[in-house]
């Protein structure tokens, strides 16, 4: 929008509006323009997030394809990360066992049988 353009919807808004509703109708036009951008924002950050996930998932089953050996500098990327994660939201009550090994290109990462019978030898049952 030009100069023009808005200064024409200014005057019909004081004319419409008149003086003493104007500033509160502005006030509610920048709030809502506001909570706009924020759910926007808020989306964007949600659809990358989702993005983000779905590739690495898409990493891990390439990798796992392969048997966890000779992977790509991605795929050991992507398992580390996971596996970071892993252990980030691991709950307290198992802060006791030790975390999983992250995996670097020369070892491969536990798959999850493996994980499975760790942790049952752990535990004892």
């Keep these: 929008m030009g100069f023009w353009e808005l200064l024409v919807i200014a005057v019909v808004a004081l004319l419409v509006l008149g003086p003493e509703r104007l500033p509160g109708a502005i006030r509610s036009t920048v709030k809502t323009v506001r909570s ?5 924002q ?3 950050a ?3 997030d989702n993005l983000r996930v779905h590739e690495l998932h898409q990493k891990l089953k390439d990798a796992e394809a392969k048997g ?3 992977l790509t500098a991605e795929e050991t990327a992507a398992l580390k990360e996971l596996t970071e994660a892993a252990n980030a939201v691991r709950p307290a009550s198992s802060a ?4 999983l090994p ?3 290109p020369e070892t491969p990462a536990p ?4 994980t499975a019978v760790n942790n ?3 535990t004892g049952s």
Excluded: R
């Excluded at 006791?96 to 975390?99: E, M, R």
């Excluded at 798959?111 to 493996?114: L, R």
């Design 36 to 40: 706009i951008k924020q759910f926007g």
């Design 42 to 44: 808020q989306m964007q």
């Design 46 to 48: 949600e659809l990358n």
């Design 68 to 70: 966890l050996v000779n």
């Design 96 to 99: 006791q066992a030790t975390p």
């Design 102 to 104: 992250v995996p670097t």
């Design 111 to 114: 798959t999850a049988e493996e």
């Design 120 to 122: 049952e030898n752990k």
